[in-house]
């Protein structure tokens, strides 16, 4: 049990920091960080927008780093808040036409180390992966919410 724990952990830590750096690397020239990737990829798949909420849904954040997140996205001028509701965090969040071009730009970039980080696997494998990886993160949010419903 000892080595399955250590073996895992170990996997996943070095996977999670080695994708925060390569985003990292990966949108500097645009001079983004990190955390501003998921949400451009996000809006680029959904070109209709969504809402805060929906986007904290879909990026795994709280309302209030989302919230930091897209006013820095609003003050570089590729996002904007289409406001049609007087419920600010129902109004969709859209790309403007330069927020476009980087989310494309993004989503190339995005496919590329997928291609390159998923070399070697089969689409079978890739399957079997993915229904494990699945399983276990479903058991282990199952866990977290025995702890009050906190799952951080």
Same mark, same amino acid.
């Given at each position: 049990?000892?080595?399955?724990?250590?073996?895992?952990?170990?996997?996943?830590?070095?996977?999670?920091?080695?994708?925060?750096?390569?985003?990292?690397?990966?949108?500097?020239?645009?001079?983004?960080?990190?955390?501003?990737?998921?949400?451009?990829?996000?809006?680029?798949?959904?070109?209709?927008?969504?809402?805060?909420?929906?986007?904290?849904?879909?990026?795994?954040?709280?309302?209030?780093?989302?919230?930091?997140?897209?006013?820095?996205?609003?003050?570089?001028?590729?996002?904007?808040?289409?406001?049609?509701? $007087?419920?600010?965090?129902?109004?969709?969040?859209? #790309? =403007?036409?330069?927020?476009?071009?980087?989310? &494309? @730009?993004?989503?190339?970039?995005?496919?590329?180390?997928?291609?390159?980080?998923?070399?070697?696997?089969?689409? $079978?494998?890739?399957?079997?992966?993915?229904?494990? #990886? =699945?399983?276990?993160?479903?058991?282990?949010? &199952? @866990?977290?919410?025995?702890?009050?419903?906190?799952?951080?």
């Amino acid at each position: 049990m000892e080595e399955r724990y250590q073996t895992f952990t170990g996997l996943i830590l070095n996977i999670s920091r080695c994708i925060q750096k390569i985003k990292n690397c990966e949108v500097e020239e645009l001079g983004l960080k990190g955390k501003q990737v998921q949400c451009l990829f996000f809006l680029h798949k959904l070109e209709d927008g969504v809402s805060l909420t929906e986007l904290c849904d879909l990026c795994d954040e709280d309302k209030g780093a989302m919230s930091r997140t897209v006013k820095e996205l609003i003050e570089k001028g590729l996002v904007y808040v289409d406001e049609k509701s $007087t419920q600010k965090y129902r109004n969709p969040i859209k #790309l =403007t036409a330069q927020g476009q071009k980087d989310a &494309a @730009i993004i989503y190339h970039k995005i496919n590329n180390m997928i291609s390159m980080g998923g070399n070697g696997i089969s689409d $079978t494998d890739r399957e079997i992966f993915y229904k494990a #990886l =699945t399983k276990i993160s479903d058991n282990l949010t &199952a @866990i977290c919410e025995n702890y009050g419903g906190k799952n951080d």
